[in-house]
Structure formats: C-alpha cells, structure tokens
C-alpha cells in the first residue's frame, strides 16, 4: 500500500483494489471528522487522473495526461524557433515541464540554457538564446519519452540531478 499526499491532494495505491479502498474510505472518514471538506473522491480503479498523471495500474505505467503533454511539446517547439520572449515566460513554461520531469528525474538537467536565460532575462524581452533554443527543441522531443515502468525493479542506487542553480 503506497499514499501519496501532495498538498490538498491525497492517492492511495496498491496491488488490491479491496484493501486499497478499504484504507481510503478510513482516511476520508477519519479526514471528515476532524472538519475537513472531501471531494473529487474516486473508488479503487485501475485508471485514474492525479495531479496532471495518467496513472494505468492495468498497464503498470504512469504518464503525463496527453492533451496536457502535447501543449508543453507545442510550446517547446515555438520556442525552439527563438521567439523574442523574457525570463517569466520561459520560467512558466519550465514549471510546467519540470512537473512532467517528476517520472523521470534525469530530465531535470535538460534545460541549463532555459535557465539561464531566465535568471538573466526575468523581465526583459529578448531573443531567446541559441543554447536556450536547442535545449527547447531536445524538450519538444524527448518529454514525449516520459513515463514510470511501475512493475520495474526497484535500484539500490539513487542518483539526482537539476539543471537550476
């Protein structure tokens, strides 16, 4: 059994649907009795949207919602094309890019140049740099490869990296 809070945001996980309800009709019982308000609530199920993931316990995969995705790659596309644009525009984008990043956290280091151009550029418009550029057009295609193998053996190893200083 796996619970994974984020905020105001609550999902439970696990190989048995029973048990899986069980526990959450346990948290929201117990969550109403201190005076929290729940909704948005979804039974035990094989396929679930959370917090821009589409999680498919049938396949074992978690992956960006699609129409979601597809907006990013669009953006990351016009910006390979060096637009003139400031460092809040770029920094918008990046979160939104970042949060995808969550299922494959080696992607953070993509984007060094999308960085730096933000934290030079924060509210001065400017073509974006060429760096920056490239680094958009490597987002446009390799976020589209980004997704969690939940059924993969787990590492004894942990890595992390980032590409914001």
Same mark, same amino acid.
């Given at each position: 059994m796996i =619970? @994974? %809070?984020y905020a105001d945001n609550l999902n439970v996980?696990? #190989?048995?649907?029973?048990?899986?309800?069980? @526990?959450? +009709?346990?948290?929201? #019982?117990?969550l109403r009795r201190l005076g929290f308000r729940v909704h948005?609530? #979804? +039974? &035990?199920?094989? *396929? &679930?949207q959370s917090l821009g993931f589409l999680i498919d316990g049938e &396949?074992?995969? /978690? =992956? %960006? /919602?699609?129409?979601r995705l597809d907006r990013i790659l669009n953006a990351f596309e016009w910006l390979s094309h060096r637009p003139v644009v400031n460092g809040r525009q770029v920094e918008r984008l990046l979160g939104h890019a970042m949060h995808i990043c969550l =299922?494959?956290?080696?992607l953070f280091s993509l984007c060094r140049s999308l960085y730096g151009f933000l934290f030079a550029s924060s509210f001065k418009r400017q073509k974006l740099w060429p760096s920056a550029a490239r680094e958009a057009r490597w987002?446009?295609?390799v976020l589209? *490869?980004?997704s969690v193998d939940m059924r993969r053996?787990? !590492?004894? !190893? &942990?890595?992390a990296s980032d590409a914001s200083l």
């Amino acid at each position: 059994m796996i =619970l @994974v %809070p984020y905020a105001d945001n609550l999902n439970v996980a696990g #190989t048995c649907s029973h048990r899986v309800q069980e @526990v959450k +009709d346990k948290i929201v #019982t117990e969550l109403r009795r201190l005076g929290f308000r729940v909704h948005e609530e #979804t +039974d &035990a199920c094989t *396929l &679930a949207q959370s917090l821009g993931f589409l999680i498919d316990g049938e &396949a074992g995969v /978690i =992956l %960006p /919602i699609p129409e979601r995705l597809d907006r990013i790659l669009n953006a990351f596309e016009w910006l390979s094309h060096r637009p003139v644009v400031n460092g809040r525009q770029v920094e918008r984008l990046l979160g939104h890019a970042m949060h995808i990043c969550l =299922l494959r956290r080696e992607l953070f280091s993509l984007c060094r140049s999308l960085y730096g151009f933000l934290f030079a550029s924060s509210f001065k418009r400017q073509k974006l740099w060429p760096s920056a550029a490239r680094e958009a057009r490597w987002c446009s295609h390799v976020l589209k *490869l980004c997704s969690v193998d939940m059924r993969r053996n787990w !590492s004894s !190893s &942990a890595t992390a990296s980032d590409a914001s200083l």
